[in-house]
């Protein structure tokens, strides 16, 4: 059985905007500190003694473990010396924000799908001052043909698009320096003739015997 509703008489003269008052503990005053050592927070202000919590401008690094080696140099590393791929963890993690094919099923068929389309269509999100790559994978299914550009693509997922009939372009990322275009081919210059040789062409004598 539901519970009854329960009239609730107000005083009207309670609700007046000048007898308004916040509930009790919603504000507290402020934490006055330096105020002599008989407050509790006078001295050192809360800070403690000399150290880098101490200093202004002080911010902890995540991971920081007092300089214990940290849990993610304790784990195994990747192949590959001095790369941010070597060791996928900790502050040398590196980010992609992952798009499933089956979410690019909301796109009409022929469409050219782009990192800035998906972010309209809500796909990728929170990804405006990240500037995170996006990376396409394969989970779901897709029906239709579509262009689709994104920074990185696994494997299954590049068949699933181009089984539908569609296609992948990879982009670059932002401050990647452009692939220089193939040089051209530099043009041979003429073998010297050989000492002894018949005259050149533009060398040979007038037929009248005078020297030109």
Do not use: C, Y
Request: no cysteine.
């Amino acid at each position: 059985m539901p519970d009854e509703t329960r009239s609730v008489t107000v005083d009207p003269q309670s609700v007046r905007l000048e007898s308004l008052s916040p509930p009790a503990g919603a504000k507290r005053e402020r934490k006055r500190i330096g105020r002599g050592i008989g407050s509790g927070n006078g001295k050192t202000s809360g800070r403690g003694q000399k150290g880098a919590g101490a200093r202004s401008g002080h911010k902890k690094r995540d991971g920081l473990q007092g300089g214990q080696m940290p849990l993610h140099m304790q784990k195994g590393k990747l192949r590959g010396p001095n790369h941010k791929k070597s060791m996928p963890m900790g502050p040398h993690r590196t980010f992609t924000v992952p798009v499933n094919v089956g979410q690019l099923a909301v796109f009409e068929a022929g469409s050219v799908v782009d990192v800035d389309l998906m972010t309209a269509r809500g796909i990728v999100k929170n990804n405006a001052n990240r500037g995170w790559p996006v990376k396409i994978l394969a989970k779901g299914d897709l029906d239709r043909a579509l262009t689709v550009r994104a920074h990185a693509f696994s494997a299954a997922a590049r068949a699933k698009i181009e089984a539908a009939g569609g296609s992948v372009e990879v982009l670059g990322l932002e401050g990647e320096a452009p692939a220089a275009p193939p040089a051209a081919p530099e043009a041979s210059a003429p073998a010297p003739p050989e000492p002894g040789g018949a005259p050149a062409a533009d060398e040979a004598p007038a037929a009248d015997g005078s020297d030109v």
